[in-house]
């Protein structure tokens, strides 16, 4: 059943205990500030006495599940010395990557479904969730080393605790894009399916996880105690994102507006 309050951003519909989120990505394929207000509120604590919840968040655009940050106005924003701004936007950014990693403490589950390319942000988005189910065709990537930059919204948090630390590294250095069956052999993505059986695998995970209910809650609470990643740590590394981004040289800059052009193409010729 779909949400009467939803827009043409973001739309949300419930199947009983399963929410599934698409980012309709209207405009642009990045996260806008308007999107991140509606995903700060689908995740959001919404336990109910109907027990564990599972929150699936996915794209309605062919090929892309989301390109990162909005590089358009964090072009505006640096050359405006505007930093108040952008630590908002920055902000924003790491309040759904927090609400995303702790919904065991609400009973719920958060499950990605990447069905295209997720880069920078995006990556860092479907990171922060308990399940990253991809189809085979998708494509991963930090590029933010291209302009000099790095990623601030998650990723050093979540892949410290899930890869050793020279694979890390180079994951940030090379900029490199990862193929879905890459990540998921590293032990970053939960389950690789073919192009076009994501939905279903989706759902076929939840039906086993709410046939063993009690042992699927006890076991995302135990991840969440033995590898938590408090607020103060996404905002640490966040604060020092939006200092380092104001560091960044004119030809750092012109980069980014060539990558904001790529972003366009990739959104609307739907190529990964």
């Known amino acids: 059943m779909m949400d009467s309050d939803a827009n043409l951003e973001f739309i949300v519909e419930k199947e009983q205990a399963v929410h599934w989120g698409t980012m309709l990505l209207p405009t642009a394929p990045c996260f806008t500030q308007s999107l991140l207000e509606q995903l700060s509120s689908f995740f959001a604590d919404s336990t109910d006495a109907s027990g564990a919840t599972f929150k699936v968040l996915r794209s309605g655009k062919a090929n892309v599940f989301n390109l990162g940050g909005d590089l358009a106005q964090f072009i505006t924003l640096i050359e405006q010395q505007d930093e108040s701004?952008?630590?908002?936007?920055?902000?924003?950014?790491?309040?759904?990557?927090?609400?995303?990693?702790?919904?065991?403490?609400?009973?719920t589950t958060s499950i990605a479904l990447v069905q295209g390319s997720a880069f920078g942000g995006g990556m860092e988005c479907a990171l922060a969730a308990d399940v990253v189910i991809a189809e085979a065709h998708?494509?991963?990537?930090?590029?933010?080393?291209?302009?000099?930059?790095?990623?601030?919204?998650?990723?050093?948090?979540?892949?410290?605790?899930?890869?050793p630390q020279r694979t890390l590294y180079d994951m940030v250095i090379s900029g490199k894009r990862y193929t879905a069956a890459q990540l998921h052999a590293l032990g970053v993505i939960d389950l690789v399916v073919e192009r076009g059986a994501g939905e279903q695998a989706?759902?076929?995970?939840?039906?086993?996880?709410?046939?063993?209910?009690?042992?699927?809650?006890?076991?995302?609470?135990?991840?969440?105690?033995?590898?938590?990643?408090?607020?103060?740590?996404?905002?640490?590394?966040?604060?020092?994102?939006?200092?380092?981004?104001f560091d960044l040289t004119v030809r750092d800059l012109g980069i980014m507006k060539r990558l904001v052009r790529a972003q366009q193409h990739a959104y609307y010729s739907g190529a990964t």
């Open 85 to 107: 701004a952008l630590r908002v936007y920055a902000h924003q950014c790491i309040d759904v990557v927090y609400k995303m990693l702790h919904g065991a403490e609400h009973n």
């Open 138 to 163: 998708a494509e991963f990537s930090l590029p933010e080393v291209n302009f000099n930059l790095y990623p601030g919204m998650g990723a050093f948090s979540i892949l410290h605790r899930q890869v």
């Open 202 to 245: 989706v759902k076929n995970w939840i039906k086993r996880a709410q046939t063993k209910s009690q042992a699927h809650a006890a076991l995302q609470q135990y991840k969440l105690m033995q590898n938590p990643i408090a607020s103060g740590e996404l905002t640490e590394v966040v604060n020092k994102w939006v200092s380092a981004a």
